[in-house]
């Protein structure tokens, strides 16, 4: 996962789109700040002369209109102070939400394939701590990156006008800052990388652990898991540790440094002074500019670790957004007759999973007619699941093509296509939502009718008015709560329910027990009547739902034909679907 | 049934005065003032108790920062030597007081430096250390918590749990100590110092505490409630983000992404805003500490001056009091920043001490009973169960003996409570009355390490870990050669496709085991549960996703399999259940038919029915 790392300004620059809409107020923030600085450097100034004028020369008549000012000056300070807060909280945040968004909708967008790559703690860290990082670094450390470079860079100058010599001391300290910055960027931001791919890491652990909670309870590998989390904690330890070395180490030049400068000016302002070069005046002035210099210099180091952490934060963000969305509509789409017929063909369809040669599918040759059912029967690994994902182009093929009423489904606009075809998935996926939301999911419009309609379909409606709020009942996360009847049955509802023209159906009666069975078969029945069908199938109670059977092997249709004929002729599907049920009955 | 109305249920849910307890007032986003000082006191008392074993370190730090402060102290003073009298005197021609300030001045940056830095390499190592600390317990604690809790509780709330609320933690500890250290430490500093120049213009500085502890108090208060809105909010936003990647299938078959578009934008902006709010509270804040800082230097320029005039008042002194009070209100910003830092982590920790403070139902022995060799005989003596005390009774009363490697095969209607008693076999819920006993034991008060030698449960949520297949089977037995799970793997009838796959054994089933179909993954998983060679075996629903010739052969292996142990089968294949040597139909969580299949068949009940006709539907 890790590229080629650009330098750390390079990376930055890719935040300028999030921050060109906030440019406005993220300057005004640094003005406020720089005018704050101002106002603060001005009070003691005048403080001094209070001190020297009206008090030492005993004129409290004097004294009033300097307290006003200080007074003034003081409430002009915090209003700035205020004001620089205030005017970078919204900006901040409000390009930590777009970016967050941004990636969550790409996530949405990037094909089944990516995911399947990713671990999921990588993607989730990349959506809360790394931006978090980067709202940190807009609403603070960018303001004062370049306020304390501004404040440097007029010390410097302030010090060369007093005097060259002086200026030239302060300039020789501030130059190994440079040598520093880039010492941040090769040490640093990689020990800061590190850590953040680790705490990816971690976070996929503790996913895993919570989502597979029940295979680690029922083998009691609570142990082993958590032996293996705490590995990985370890070594998010060592790097972070690491890092504040670095850290510490860094930070010390800095702060060593300014401090040499001002004992190098007092030495070489004594010389001046013998030389008759220089006044212990310009002296006392130069001393006084640069402690007033330190805590700028000082903070370079922190604001370079922020700086690369953030580097690296966007970094991996990009390293998402990136991604090319390779599953996308056509900009042209084609379009469908209307009303859709339904008329599904495989031609030539060839695949092989993205990164591995081998195909999976090498030369798919089918066809299911307007309202037929056709079944798709093969060995366990054999590609079935994966026909039923280019229908609906969760996957591509890789040569060949697939049409719905002619069109190739690459031309149809993605969500026309979608609209079309109707899915149910082996393993139904529900959301910690309620069951009319899960039913639902993207269709538009639906109302509470359309919804029990589709659950009565499916038989779904008694289990789902059992439920203690019926359909405003919120079903956990996956559906844990339910059987896994239930769930394949509300799976069911939901791939109905948009009416669609198409229905993919993969293995839709696996998990429902005997006495179900026959009621959601009745239902298919009714389901299926009407609309095309492709319905992955196990048992020959699924396949006779089937008004053809296709037989997959090796990547091909090896035989189409009924269920009675393949039983008869064919040797591979007898293998396949003379059940057990009939040797125990026989 | 653990299910939650989809909006508004949960304020019926605990009953009021525990409504803080655990995890309960996690979805609360405005809690009353006594909950909330409750919910503080909680939080606070998690933080001393991760941060109590450090407190040699933490003192030594302290002293760090000390002998720091103390040290850079001397600077300016050197610097005023050197320009008082080490350039005049150089100028005399007598260079060596000004070599020794110089020096010197050189030396304390040196050591202040050296100071610093070992403090930040400290309070690093202590940071990180209690991190881990806590990452382990939030780690063992979720694993500890019962199987009903994690229902209820969803994964992404765990996960934001030992993530963001704990990088809450982190922050604070990298950048708060230090500014509460040097911040309480200088304000002590100089309290000191004034007073000794002068009381009467000191207690004028320091009377500026008033409002300061007034706004400080307001300031806590603002900045816990925005930033209780903030963990709340990204909690959600994980949530969320985490079942749309896992169920990103779905939600691309089914359009959903504009809904979730459309969510997710709600929950960001409800982030954004509640970080907005936390900015600007900070914002009022900082601001607010400085005017009080600026007038009271104004206050004491004014009346110090009149005593200055009227000779009560070295004029040095007020000078050394402009000076210093300038210095005085320098480190609230710090302090303010601590305070931010530190609502934000008790906000955190809020979350992460209810989670520590759930119990788990289901709780390990504290002086167990050792089992010895498991021969697999269970008993059930007078087990009921309901979800909760006061819900209605999912399995009445019963009693059921099971005698050592038998076979038995449950059978009913959906919500039958077939899972329900597997579940309690395998000790995934305890009964609410009576015991269920593994030879003569109380499940209850066997080890868990023990238990789940002895019993092992196969769900038909097949979960795969990050890992190759390899590891995936090993799973059921760590210990395993990779010879013992080739042969796993061989007599489920897995060996064939694994061996098929790019790197056989080794292939990295991607997440979630993406790279398997499902059928492939209750292979697998079966592989793993015959590797852990358990003496009872829990299966439920465990091959609904197999093909006819792969179920053959988890049929045949089963057979030989469970020959000689004691197993629990929830099967919807009635060729599964014919192989088991007793069946026990189940209606309404009471047993009604309990023998051996030829019994039932021969008999009238509802098996035989039902067995006629599956008869039939083969035809």
């Keep these: 996962m890790s590229q080629e790392s650009t330098s750390t300004a390079a990376t930055l620059r890719r935040l300028w789109p999030y921050l060109k809409p906030v440019r406005t107020p993220i300057a005004l923030s640094m003005v406020a700040t720089l005018l704050a600085m101002l106002c603060g450097l001005g009070i003691p100034l005048i403080t001094q002369r209070v001190v020297d004028g009206p008090i030492a020369g005993r004129d409290l008549a004097a004294l009033p209109p300097l307290i006003g000012l200080v007074v003034l000056l003081g409430c002009a300070e915090a209003a700035l102070f205020y004001a620089r807060r205030k005017l970078i909280a919204r900006p901040a945040s409000d390009v930590e939400a777009r970016m967050r968004a941004e990636l969550y909708h790409h996530l949405q967008d990037l094909q089944v394939s990516f995911h399947d790559r990713w671990q999921s703690g990588q993607l989730l860290s990349r959506a809360t701590s790394d931006l978090t990082q980067v709202r940190r670094f807009v609403g603070f450390s960018l303001v004062f990156l370049v306020v304390n470079t501004l404040v440097m860079a007029t010390g410097l100058g302030v010090l060369f006008w007093l005097s060259p010599a002086m200026g030239a001391v302060a300039l020789a300290c501030t130059l190994p800052l440079l040598a520093l910055s880039y010492l941040f960027e090769t040490k640093f931001k990689v020990v800061a990388r590190r850590a953040q791919d680790q705490a990816g890491d971690l976070t996929t652990v503790v996913e895993e652990s919570v989502l597979g909670i029940r295979v680690l309870k029922a083998f009691g590998r609570g142990p082993h898991l958590t032996g293996r989390f705490l590995r990985q904690a370890r070594e998010l330890r060592s790097s972070e540790i690491a890092k504040v070395k670095v850290f510490a180490a860094l930070w010390a030049v800095l702060i060593v440094l300014p401090e040499l400068g001002i004992a190098g000016q007092l030495a070489f302002g004594a010389v001046g002074i013998a030389d008759g070069t220089l006044t212990v005046g310009t002296l006392v002035a130069a001393v006084t500019v640069s402690a007033y210099l330190r805590w700028p210099i000082d903070s370079i180091g922190w604001l370079l670790a922020e700086t690369n952490s953030t580097a690296s934060a966007v970094e991996r963000y990009f390293e998402v957004v990136d991604a090319p969305v390779e599953i996308t509509g056509p900009e042209r789409p084609g379009s469908l007759p209307e009303p859709v017929r339904g008329h599904v063909r495989f031609e030539g369809v060839h695949f092989a999973h993205p990164g591995s040669a081998h195909e999976v599918l090498r030369g798919v040759d089918l066809e299911v007619r307007p309202g037929e059912t056709v079944a798709l029967v093969g060995a366990t690994g054999s590609g079935k699941t994966t026909v039923t994902a280019l229908v609906p182009r969760l996957a591509d093929v890789t040569r060949g093509r697939v049409t719905i009423d002619g069109v190739d489904v690459r031309d149809l606009e993605l969500g026309r296509l979608r609209e079309v075809v109707g899915t149910a998935f082996e393993e139904p996926i529900l959301f910690s939502a309620s069951v009319t939301e899960n039913v639902a999911l993207g269709v538009d419009g639906v109302d509470e009718a359309r919804v029990r309609e589709a659950l009565r379909v499916a038989r779904a409606e008694e289990f789902v008015d059992a439920l203690p709020w019926g359909l405003d009942t919120r079903i956990g996360e996956q559906g844990l709560s339910l059987s896994g009847g239930q769930r394949q049955r509300l799976a069911l509802a939901r791939a109905v329910v948009g009416r669609p023209a198409v229905l993919v159906l993969d293995d839709p009666l696996s998990a429902l027990d005997v006495h179900t069975e026959a009621e959601v078969e009745a239902a298919l029945r009714r389901v299926l009547k009407g609309v095309t069908a492709l319905v992955v199938a196990h048992r020959p109670s699924t396949v006779q739902l089937a008004d053809r059977v296709a037989v997959l092997v090796d990547g091909r249709i090896a035989a189409v034909g009924t269920h009675t004929q393949l039983l008869a002729e064919d040797e591979v599907y007898r293998h396949l679907l003379a059940t057990l049920d009939e040797e125990v009955a026989a | ?619």
């Excluded at chain 2, 008033?210 to 949530?239: D, E, H, K, N």
């Excluded at chain 2, 008042?313 to 920043?337: I, K, N, S």
């Excluded at chain 2, 790019?502 to 590797?531: C, H, I, M, N, W």
């Design chain 2, 1 to 619: 049934m653990t299910a939650v109305r989809d909006e508004g249920g949960a304020t019926a849910v605990a009953a009021q005065e525990e409504s803080w307890r655990g995890v309960a007032a996690e979805d609360v986003e405005d809690v009353d003032r006594a909950t909330g000082a409750k919910l503080q006191a909680r939080s606070r008392r998690l933080l001393a108790e991760l941060l109590r074993p450090h407190t040699r370190a933490a003192v030594l730090a302290l002293v760090i920062v000390v002998v720091e402060n103390l040290v850079t102290l001397a600077g300016p003073l050197l610097i005023a030597a050197a320009i008082d009298t080490g350039v005049p005197a150089a100028l005399d021609g007598r260079p060596d007081a000004l070599a020794w300030c110089v020096g010197g001045y050189a030396a304390v940056a040196l050591a202040a430096t050296v100071l610093r830095w070992s403090f930040v390499r400290l309070t690093g190592r202590i940071g990180q250390d209690v991190l881990l600390v806590l990452r382990e317990r939030i780690f063992r604690h979720a694993q500890r918590l019962s199987i009903s809790f994690h229902e209820k509780y969803t994964s992404g709330k765990v996960i934001s749990r030992a993530t963001s609320d704990v990088d809450a933690l982190q922050d604070l500890l990298e950048e708060g100590l230090d500014g509460f250290f040097t911040s309480l430490l200088s304000l002590l500093g100089i309290s000191v110092v004034l007073l000794w120049l002068d009381a009467p213009l000191a207690l004028v500085v320091l009377s500026g505490f008033v409002p300061l502890v007034l706004l400080t108090r307001w300031f806590q208060r603002r900045s816990g409630a925005a930033y209780r809105g903030t963990r709340g909010a990204i909690a959600r936003i994980i949530v969320q983000f985490v079942e749309t990647m896992n169920g990103i299938r779905a939600v691309q078959a089914f359009r959903r992404e504009r809904r979730n578009r459309a969510i997710m934008a709600e929950l960001n902006g409800r982030f954004r805003d509640a970080n907005t709010d936390a900015m600007g509270v900070m914002a009022a804040y900082t601001s607010s500490v400085r005017v009080i800082g600026n007038v009271s230097l104004a206050v004491i320029l004014a009346w110090g001056a009149f005593r200055v005039a009227g000779g009560q008042l070295e004029l040095g002194v007020l000078a050394a009091f402009t000076l210093y009070v300038r210095r005085f209100y320098d480190p609230f910003d710090q302090l303010a920043m601590f305070t931010n830092a530190y609502a934000s982590a008790t906000a955190a920790l809020e979350k992460i001490s209810g989670l520590l403070e759930e119990e788990p139902t289901v709780r390990e022995p504290e002086d167990p009973t050792p089992l010895g060799d498991v021969r697999g005989a269970v008993r059930f003596e007078g087990v009921e169960f309901r979800y909760a005390p006061g819900s209605p009774l999912v399995l009445p009363r019963f009693d059921l003996t099971v005698p050592a490697g038998q076979t038995v095969a449950l059978v009913g209607a959906t919500g039958a409570g077939k899972s329900t008693l597997a579940k309690l076999v395998a000790r995934f819920y305890d009964p609410s009355g009576g015991a269920v006993l593994l030879d003569g034991v109380d499940l209850r008060s066997v080890a868990d390490a023990e238990l789940r030698r002895a019993v092992v449960m196969v769900t038909q949520e097949n979960f795969l870990f990050d890992g190759s297949v390899l590891d995936n089977i090993a799973l059921g037995r760590p210990s395993a050669t990779r010879e013992e799970v080739e042969a796993a793997a061989r007599a489920v009838g897995a060996d064939g496709f694994v061996r098929a796959l790019p790197e056989g054994y080794d292939t990295d089933v991607r997440k979630r085991g993406g790279r398997l179909s499902a059928g492939q993954r209750q292979v697998v998983a079966f592989a793993r549960a015959f590797l852990a060679d358990p003496a009872v075996l829990v299966l439920d629903e465990a091959t609904s996703s197999l093909d006819v010739p792969t179920e053959r052969l988890v049929q045949d292996a089963l057979e030989t399999v469970l020959a000689d142990r004691t197993a629990f089968i929830i099967a919807h294949r009635l060729s599964t259940v014919l192989i088991a040597d007793r069946v026990l139909v189940l209606d309404d969580g009471r047993v009604v038919e309990d023998g051996t299949p030829e019994e039932l068949i021969g008999g009238e009940g509802r098996f035989a029915a039902l067995h006629a006709a599956w008869r039939d539907s083969l035809v």
